[in-house]
């Protein structure tokens, strides 16, 4: 049975029918991040996926989940999925999602390409608490969506800022979401919102895993933006480095921004590389030595029902360097 943990490193699983362990980009990362030994030591959780137990309540207490996938055109993209509580269902190895992105999101009708690898993160903002789903987009239809899930694995609280989400009205047909608006550098407005962004959602894939979506959260100006593009200093984490290891091997990423006080959305989809350099630098925040930099290619901007009533940030944040 699946347990979804409180506090503490990631677990992760994966159905015995698929490939297991580490793949060769997050081997990579982790070896010139010298986690390569803390990184074995989380190997013993990996199981088969069972969505029944304590996985399957905390997705169908949510009320948000995050999805990446390729639109029909190949692009990916990360984007938000809001529903009452239940809209989430999952049950062994599948997962039945009953809402889809709202119109004038990249991936709204004609929805996510059918038979792809997808990724998912749900996440609890009040208890900082997430589960990500990876899996097969096996049917689509008018009211959601299902998935055959190979992996399924919780994160720890880190850099999660507190916040508690207004209901979203009509959130599960899209209703009150507002229309995109497609360009392909970033405006004045695009920059602003990023600037002030103390968390993003980061979509990343891999040939043959699949594709992932994440989480990350600082303090407001974690993300460094500038009109070509924008990096961010990564964080210490759990060190099986999921995001970093597909970028090692595949470069297509993807990212959403929120603004939570006013529920608009920035879409952005293109490229990104993992930089190392000497732990300390200017920039370094989280004492690593790594940055990722993000090249934008696609950029859709439009409003979801994402406001949230109350913000407690994350007590441990990297304080900003420069």
């Known amino acids: 049975m699946s347990q979804l943990p ?3 490193e990631a677990t992760r699983t994966a159905p015995t029918t698929a490939p297991t362990g580490f793949h060769d980009g997050e081997l990579a990362v982790q070896r010139r991040a010298g986690s390569l030994g803390a990184a074995a030591r989380l190997s013993g ?3 088969p996926p069972d969505l029944t137990g304590g996985a399957s309540g905390f997705l169908a207490a949510r009320d948000l989940a995050v999805l990446t996938a390729r639109d029909h055109d190949g692009t990916l993209w990360t984007s938000p999925l809001r529903g009452a509580p239940g809209f989430l269902d999952a049950h062994d190895t ?3 999602v009953h809402a889809l992105p709202a119109p004038g999101d990249p991936l709204a009708a004609p929805g996510p390409a059918p038979a792809q690898q997808i990724g998912l993160i749900a996440i609890d903002f009040a208890t900082r608490r997430r589960l990500r789903v990876n899996g097969t987009l096996d049917a689509l239809d008018d009211t959601g969506f299902t998935v055959s899930v190979d992996q399924a694995y919780g994160n720890c609280p880190q850099y999660i800022q507190q916040r508690r989400l207004q209901p ?3 959130a599960s047909s899209g209703a009150g979401a507002g229309t995109g608006g ?3 550098t970033l405006d004045a407005d695009d920059m602003r919102l990023i600037e002030r962004a103390d968390t993003f959602f980061l979509g990343t894939t ?3 895993r699949g594709a992932d979506a994440s989480h990350r959260g600082g303090s407001p100006g974690f993300v460094r933006v500038r009109p070509d593009g924008l990096w961010w200093p990564d964080y210490p984490g759990n060190n099986m480095f999921n995001s970093l290891g597909n970028l090692a091997v595949d470069d297509t990423a993807a990212l ?4 939570f006080a006013t529920g608009a959305t920035l879409h952005l989809s293109g490229s990104a590389d993992v930089r190392w350099a000497e732990p300390g630098a200017p ?3 989280g004492g690593t030595g790594r940055r990722v930099h993000f090249t934008p290619r696609h950029i859709v901007t439009g409003e979801a029902p994402l406001r949230a009533d109350a913000f407690r940030a994350y007590p441990r944040n990297p304080r900003l360097t420069a």
């Open 6 to 8: 409180q506090t503490g």
């Open 45 to 47: 959780m990996l199981a």
């Open 94 to 96: 599948t997962l039945r």
């Open 168 to 170: 979203g009205d009509g």
């Open 182 to 184: 497609r360009h392909t």
């Open 206 to 208: 891999h040939p043959t």
């Open 256 to 259: 959403l921004f929120v603004d």
């Open 283 to 285: 920039g370094d925040d």
